[in-house]
């Protein structure tokens, strides 16, 4: 059986149910609101998938924080 859903996720998916009733599809706010709910599923997948796994050697952290970061390139990452 899955893992039952973080809750962190729930309150962004809340926002994006009420802000989408009265407010077109490239509004701001709910722009923001779809960002902010996939960041927090993000980061709940993330802490699964960390939490299931053995401990990393500090650079198996290090390879993996350089894909977190936006300016990070497939060249970048095989140079680490």
Do not use: C, F, H, K
Not at 19 to 41: E, I, Y
Not at 49 to 61: F, H, K, Y
Not at 64 to 79: G, H, K, M, Q
């Amino acid at each position: 059986m899955a893992a039952p859903a973080s809750t962190d996720w729930r309150s962004p998916r809340a926002r994006i149910a009420a802000l989408s009733r009265s407010r077109v599809p490239d509004d701001p706010d709910l722009v923001d609101a779809r960002r902010d709910l996939r960041a927090a599923r993000l980061a709940d997948y993330i802490t699964r998938t960390v939490d299931a796994a053995p401990p990393l050697t500090g650079e198996q952290r290090d390879q993996l924080a350089i894909l977190l970061r936006p300016t990070a390139t497939a060249s970048s990452v095989d140079a680490a």
